[in-house]
């Protein structure tokens, strides 16, 4: 899985909306600062580890697990023979 930019533009501007337009059209009350604190906060929160979880299954850390005659048969379909005098 590479980098879609459709599936980025979508998310980012989906936060952004709940982030910077949602808190400008807030009814004035005494509470309006701490709502709009908190919906900043929310949006940026949300979007960094949505961000965070997307760009880890770019490149993920751990590969899968697989068994030496699997890799041996991988191998040998793959045209990578490997020689296993030299193991």
């Given amino acids: 899985m590479g980098f ?3 599936p ?23 509470n309006r600062g701490l709502i ?6 929310t949006a940026a929160t949300s979007w960094l580890f ?7 299954q770019m490149n993920p ?3 899968p697990k697989l068994k030496n005659t ?3 048969m991988m191998a040998n379909e793959w045209g990578n023979k490997i020689d296993l005098s030299e193991m």
Avoid: E, N, R
């Avoid at 709009?36 to 906060?41: A, E, P, V």
């Avoid at 949505?50 to 880890?56: D, E, N, P, R, V």
């Fill in 61 to 63: 850390l751990i590969g």
């Fill in 8 to 30: 980025c533009a979508l998310i980012t501007a989906f936060w952004a909306v709940i982030g910077i337009v949602l808190p400008i059209f807030l009814p004035k009350g005494t």
């Fill in 50 to 56: 949505w961000l965070c979880a997307y760009m880890a």
């Fill in 70 to 72: 699997t890799i041996l």
């Fill in 4 to 6: 879609s930019f459709l």
């Fill in 36 to 41: 709009q604190l908190s919906l900043i906060l």
